[in-house]
């Protein structure tokens, strides 16, 4: 298992425990998680990742009329967009240093 999976892991596991209980300072672990696994993400993936987080930033509040789980689903979801968001922040760079190399 390579660095870049074991992060990738690690950070979507801490943001969904993060949108199930309360752990103190989580939004900088998820940031500091995301920033990190932005960088490794590949070239030719940066296109569908940047769909994937805007389209998860758009609709993650979606669930919250479920009774019972939606706000769980919900808080779950915010967690999971957030660590993408910052993760999104690292391409947008890497995808302009790369612009600025060529």
Same mark, same amino acid.
């Given at each position: 298992?390579? *660095?870049?999976?074991?992060?990738?892991? *690690? #950070?979507? =596991? /801490? #943001?969904?425990?993060? !949108?199930?209980?309360? @752990?103190?300072? #989580?939004?900088?672990?998820?940031? @500091?998680?995301? =920033? =990190? !696994? !932005?960088? /490794? @993400?590949?070239?030719?993936?940066?296109? +569908? /990742?940047? *769909?994937? %987080?805007? %389209?998860?930033?758009?609709?993650?509040?979606?669930?919250?009329?479920i009774?019972?789980? !939606? @706000?769980?689903?919900?808080? *779950?979801?915010?967690?999971v967009? #957030?660590? =993408?968001?910052?993760?999104?922040? %690292?391409?947008?760079?890497? +995808?302009?240093?790369?612009?600025?190399?060529?």
């Amino acid at each position: 298992m390579d *660095v870049s999976r074991i992060i990738r892991l *690690v #950070a979507v =596991l /801490f #943001a969904v425990v993060a !949108g199930l209980v309360t @752990i103190p300072a #989580a939004e900088m672990i998820i940031a @500091i998680l995301g =920033l =990190l !696994g !932005g960088y /490794f @993400i590949v070239e030719d993936r940066r296109i +569908s /990742f940047m *769909v994937m %987080t805007l %389209t998860l930033a758009l609709v993650h509040g979606a669930l919250m009329p479920i009774p019972t789980i !939606g @706000i769980y689903l919900t808080d *779950v979801l915010a967690h999971v967009s #957030a660590l =993408l968001n910052a993760a999104a922040c %690292t391409v947008i760079v890497m +995808s302009i240093v790369d612009r600025l190399k060529t």
